[in-house]
């Protein structure tokens, strides 16, 4: 790339260090098990992280809980809110998973956390460090 005269680049570095440091942990609360779609439907939702639900961000999405050793089973991860938007990622092949399993939804950070939302009532996201 060629930098015309007076162009500058600037690098946020803060922001691509800190953007992959948390993870969303969520337990799931059902899994509805459809003719051609599985959904895992957990206890967080768009409320906590809206970053997929505004302009579809990808984020890895691991079953921390599951036995690795079990068959890959294809979900669409969604949230309780009951909203087409309301969804982490479609067709995650994760290992068979459980109602109570926990599932890590990572790179969560840097605006995880200050965007979430209290929309439905729902309870403001709990931070651990």
């Given at each position: 790339m060629e930098l015309k005269p007076a162009q500058e680049i600037h690098f946020e570095l803060g922001r691509s260090i800190v953007g992959q440091c948390g993870s969303l942990i969520s337990r799931v609360l059902y899994i509805k098990n459809g003719i051609?779609?599985?959904?895992l439907i957990l206890d967080a939702g768009m409320t906590e992280l809206i970053r997929p639900a505004l302009y579809q961000a990808f984020h890895k999405i691991e079953n921390i809980s599951s036995n690795s050793t079990l068959p890959l089973k294809k979900y669409d991860v969604v949230g309780p809110?009951?909203?087409?938007?309301?969804?982490?990622?479609?067709?995650?092949?994760?290992?068979?998973?459980?109602?109570?399993?926990?599932i890590a939804i990572r790179s969560a950070g840097a605006y995880g956390e200050v965007m979430s939302n209290r929309y439905n009532l729902r309870d403001p996201v709990v931070s651990v460090f």
């Open positions: 051609k779609t599985n959904f809110i009951c909203e087409s938007s309301d969804c982490f990622g479609k067709s995650v092949e994760l290992p068979q998973t459980e109602r109570g399993d926990l």
